[in-house]
Nanobody, 125 residues
Framework: QVQLVESGGGLAQPGGSLRLSCVAS????????VGWFRQAPGKEREGVGC????????SLEDSGKGRFTISREFAKSTAYLQMNDMKPEDTAVYYC??????????????????WGQGAQVTVSA
């Protein structure tokens, strides 16, 4: 059972940056793909981006392209979501998730079986 702990949420100004971290309890995390998701009040959980396991190939939703970057550090069993040029519509609870995929990843929440507790991100002046 892999446990995920997110950190790095908080308040950012429009145009500002935040970096979320997702630390896993087990090195088996490194064989799993990681997805980042967010859920705003009254809205469904949506995919932000994901990163595959071995080759660390990334995929981003259109909302984050050019602004967000996903990476991972295998030695630390950690994945990151770097958010730049943030907008008020980025305000949400952000979750990292992990699952076994073969050389790919997914932006579909139900395909993930390990989830972090969520981190609040608020973008406001």
């Amino acid at each position: 059972q892999v446990q995920l702990v997110e950190s790095g949420g908080g308040l950012a100004q429009p145009g500002g940056s935040l970096r979320l971290s997702c630390v896993a309890s087990d090195f088996s995390f490194n064989s799993l793909a990681v997805g980042w998701f967010r859920q705003a009040p009254g809205k469904e959980r949506e995919g932000v981006g994901c990163i595959s396991s071995r080759e660390a190939t990334t995929s981003l939703e259109d909302s984050g392209k050019g602004r967000f970057t996903i990476s991972r550090e295998f030695a630390k069993s950690t994945a990151y979501l770097q958010m730049n040029d943030m907008k008020p519509e980025d305000t949400a609870v952000y979750y990292c998730a992990a699952a076994k995929f073969l050389n790919t990843c997914s932006l579909v929440p139900y395909q993930y079986n390990y989830w972090g507790q969520g981190a609040q991100v608020t973008v406001s002046a």
